[in-house]
């Protein structure tokens, strides 16, 4: 079965400071690992995603994310927080990327205020 | 272009009654997925489609909970004598299959906030 753990279940930095979202996986297969963030009344939108690739993921608004198998983890980093970067960020898991649906499997989800 | 729309956008209902939740998902895209979403939670998923049947069911809770999606687009949740348990943020996905078999992102609507009273 396949699992996704997000460590900290709100996180607060200042503006300009350096953003850590941490996601931790479990899985007897390679997954695919995906961070969604959601605004307040808001779908869940794709921030970045990691299907076998490069290692190191780049996505939208300065974000990107590390795989990192040995330690089972896929933490989600911004050197400069915006204020506009406050959300809830979920983190999320997929067994088969290919003809399999591809169902996420969420964590609990992390929320990032931003003090100016 | 349109994204993934779902009506209404919050439903409130009496325990034991019957409710639907509407998706249509982005235009062209084969695979449609329900999520539900609890209150401090991440979603789980419910049931997932491509095309019209429902190639993965495994999330849906109970028997109470169904849904279709009669021509391959748009789908329908529903559930029956709706208990307060029920109450949550259906989210409703969609995302394309390419030729080769891979599926690309999903994409979100805003979801449904279901309130049982």
């Known amino acids: 079965a396949q699992s996704v753990t997000q460590l900290g279940s709100h996180v607060s930095v200042s503006e300009g400071a350096l953003v850590l979202l941490r996601c931790n996986y479990s899985?007897?297969?390679?997954?695919?690992l995906f961070w969604y963030v959601q605004y307040p009344n808001q779908g869940l939108q794709l921030l970045l995603k990691?299907?076998?690739?490069?290692?190191l993921v780049k996505g939208i608004n300065g974000f990107e994310a590390e795989f990192k198998k040995s330690e089972t983890s896929f933490h989600l980093t911004k050197p400069s927080a915006h204020m506009s970067d406050a959300a809830e960020y979920f983190c999320?898991?997929?067994?088969?990327?290919?003809?399999?649906?591809?169902?996420?499997?969420f964590g609990q989800g992390t929320e990032l205020s931003v003090k100016p | 272009g349109a994204g993934v729309s779902q009506t209404p956008s919050n439903k409130v209902t009496e325990k034991g009654k019957y409710v639907e939740l509407r998706c249509d998902p982005i235009s062209g895209h084969t695979a449609l997925y329900w999520y539900r979403q609890s209150l401090g939670q991440g979603p789980e998923f419910l049931i997932y489609?491509?095309?019209?049947?429902?190639?993965?069911d495994s999330g849906l809770p109970n028997d109470r909970f169904f849904a279709v999606r009669p021509e391959g687009s748009v789908s329908t949740l529903k559930i029956q004598r709706t208990e307060r348990g029920d109450s949550a943020v259906y989210l409703c996905?969609?995302?394309?299959?390419?030729?080769?078999?891979?599926?690309?992102?999903?994409?979100f609507g805003p979801g449904t906030r279901l309130t049982v009273l």
């Open positions: 489609f491509q095309g019209t049947g429902a190639a993965d």
């Open positions: 990691y299907t076998s690739a490069a290692t």
């Open positions: 996905a969609s995302s394309l299959k390419t030729s080769g078999g891979a599926y690309n992102e999903q994409f």
């Open positions: 999320a898991v997929s067994r088969f990327y290919y003809n399999q649906g591809g169902k996420l499997i």
């Open positions: 899985s007897s297969v390679p997954p695919y």
